[in-house]
């Protein structure tokens, strides 16, 4: 049996190193609220120069409204960027909810100078899974539905939950180059490799083999898609990695 004096200071030492190993961690870098329920600062419309009139703040949610129609021509399509920044690498989360058959993205690494976001930049989709294609009649593949890295990779469904329309989800990205995740309502549903042998037989044989510009930035705007249907999205923030 080993003395008590012995034990003490054996337990005393351990201590000591375990704090040691906490003061000297790296610190969680911090969150960027791009929207914090108050302000639209820093966002407009891709290649135009102001918020398009139909993103509101309602109830302090980031919001998509179609119910007035604009009487002038809006300069500038109605997706819209955070343009007071880009972003390389990073983990993004907000929270959204759409209406039945409601449709929309996530977009990052996003460049202007484009027709349009999908052509350029990556874009995790946003979907009412779960009655899209009775109200369109239309029958979908899983890289067209919720949390698909849109056109290249298809969620988990053994891990997907999506909550029906009307009702609020959450939703993570988390980009590096050595892994991009997809997280949906707390849990994991795509991970890859950006760029990999994988990643660029995807794109040569898929929907982008004709964008040779998509997916190729590695920083740029973080946007958010209009598909013709209300949308509302709250704690929208993120942080660099």
């Known amino acids: 049996m080993r003395p008590p004096l012995v034990i003490f200071l054996l337990i005393l030492t351990l201590s000591a190193c375990n704090t040691g190993s906490k003061e000297h961690s790296e610190p969680e870098p911090e969150w960027i609220y791009l929207f914090d329920g108050t302000s639209t600062d820093g966002w407009r419309a891709y290649n135009g120069e102001t918020l398009p009139p139909q993103w509101i703040i309602v109830d302090s949610c980031l919001t998509f409204t179609t119910e007035s129609k604009l009487e002038t021509e809006f300069k500038g399509g109605k997706d819209i960027i955070y343009a007071a920044e880009e972003f390389e690498n990073f983990e993004l989360y907000l929270e959204w909810k759409l209406p039945p ?10 460049k202007e100078g484009y027709s349009g976001p999908p052509e350029i930049a990556p874009e995790y989709q946003l979907l009412d899974d779960l009655q899209w294609e009775e109200i369109n009649n239309a029958t979908l593949e ?20 999506v909550k029906p329309a009307g009702e609020w989800n959450s939703s ?21 490799v950006p760029w990999s042998e994988d990643w660029n037989e995807r794109k040569a044989a898929g929907k982008w083999k004709n964008a040779p510009n998509y997916g190729k930035f590695k920083s740029g705007y973080i946007g958010l898609q209009d598909h013709d249907s209300p949308l509302w999205f709250r704690n929208i923030k993120i942080r660099k990695l």
């Open 101 to 110: 058959g409601g449709n929309s993205g996530i977009f990052y690494h996003l």
């Open 142 to 161: 899983e890289w067209q539905k919720t949390a698909a890295d849109y056109a290249m990779y298809a969620p988990d469904v053994q891990q997907k939950i």
């Open 172 to 192: 993570k990205i988390l980009f590096t180059p050595e892994r991009v995740e997809h997280w949906l309502n707390g849990r994991l549903v795509v991970s890859f």
